[in-house]
């Protein structure tokens, strides 16, 4: 059984920083990708920021003042968050596309529960 487990989420000032963590924990043969989402009051769900072997993405909203960044050996992403707007404020979640060890070939993909994050004077 795999588990995302996120942390680093908080109350920070407009123009703050906040670093997000996640670690995947389970029997896990490869870390295809991860990804943070974000989901703000009213609105759906959306893809903040994705990485995979070769590529880190961003949403237009983000670009330029988040960062994602991945640990492979320990399955642990990252989010580095920088010029936080009161529009960042959200439940952002991780996601992951794993391959499990066992059973042998098995590959899903996973959601971490949230963490949420506040952007206030």
């Known amino acids: 059984q795999v588990h995302l487990v996120e942390s680093g989420g908080g109350l920070v000032q407009p123009g703050g920083s906040l670093r997000l963590s996640c670690t995947a924990s389970?029997?896990?043969?490869?870390?295809?990708?991860m990804a943070w989402y974000r989901q703000r009051p009213g609105q759906q769900r959306e893809l903040a920021a994705y990485?995979?072997?070769?590529?880190?993405n961003y949403a237009d909203s983000v670009r330029g003042r988040f960062t994602i960044s991945r640990d492979t050996a320990k399955n642990t992403a990252y989010l580095q968050m920088n010029s936080l707007k009161p529009e960042d404020a959200a439940i952002y979640y991780c996601?992951?596309?794993?391959?499990?060890?066992?059973?042998?070939?098995?590959?899903?993909?996973?959601w971490g529960q949230g963490i949420q994050v506040t952007v206030s004077s």
């Open positions: 996601h992951a596309d794993l391959q499990q060890t066992w059973p042998p070939g098995t590959r899903d993909m996973y």
């Open positions: 990485i995979d072997d070769g590529t880190a």
């Open positions: 389970g029997s896990i043969f490869r870390n295809y990708a």
